[in-house]
């Protein structure tokens, strides 16, 4: 049985619970906590050999701030939330060249060049319509504002439950203190 991963960056609790209760609204099954990820399943193999690499990189990087803005789409299918932070760019770089996935996955995946930091609020794929899509995104304005900045002091390995159908937590990697 192939184990599926990807790394994440979770926002502070309160806000987390927040927009659990929002999506629940609409899905009755959230297949992973809200996270704003930071490297995709690409390179991420079930040896988890690559754990090492992601560990190296953040014993040397700083704990950093980032935020959290207003609703966007990817095409007309998939809403989130925007995410900036300098620093994330950085990290996700780094992390992307220690593990060095093939170009077709660094492509597949929307990394490096194509790497757009954001916490999916719903998307087709998750059963929704456009028009629920619409709804979400002019109720997210009004529900999940004031969008929250925060610091990163941790970053989450996510595994693939294959019985339950949900990513779970697998380790948090703090940041270099």
Wanted: with cysteine; aromatic share 12%; charged share 30%.
């Amino acid at each position: 049985m192939n184990k599926e991963y990807f790394i994440g960056i979770v926002p502070p609790k309160e806000y987390l619970k927040r927009i659990e209760f929002f999506q629940t609204k609409w899905m009755n099954h959230l297949g992973v906590e809200p996270h704003i990820t930071l490297k995709a399943q690409g390179g991420l193999t079930p040896d988890k050999k690559w754990i090492d690499a992601v560990e190296k990189v953040c014993n040397h990087f700083k704990p950093f701030q980032m935020s959290l803005g207003k609703p966007m789409y990817f095409g007309d299918n998939i809403l989130y939330l925007s995410g900036s932070s300098s620093e994330l760019l950085q990290l996700h770089q780094k992390i992307v060249q220690e593990i060095s996935p093939t170009d077709d996955l660094i492509k597949k995946y929307f990394e490096l060049d194509d790497f757009v930091p954001h916490l999916t609020l719903g998307k087709e794929q998750y059963g929704l319509s456009k028009e629920q899509l619409k709804e979400m995104e002019e109720l997210a304005v009004k529900e999940l504002t004031p969008y929250p900045s925060f610091e990163v002091d941790f970053i989450r390995i996510y595994e693939l439950n294959i019985e339950k159908n949900r990513y779970e937590t697998y380790l948090d990697i703090f940041l270099d203190k």
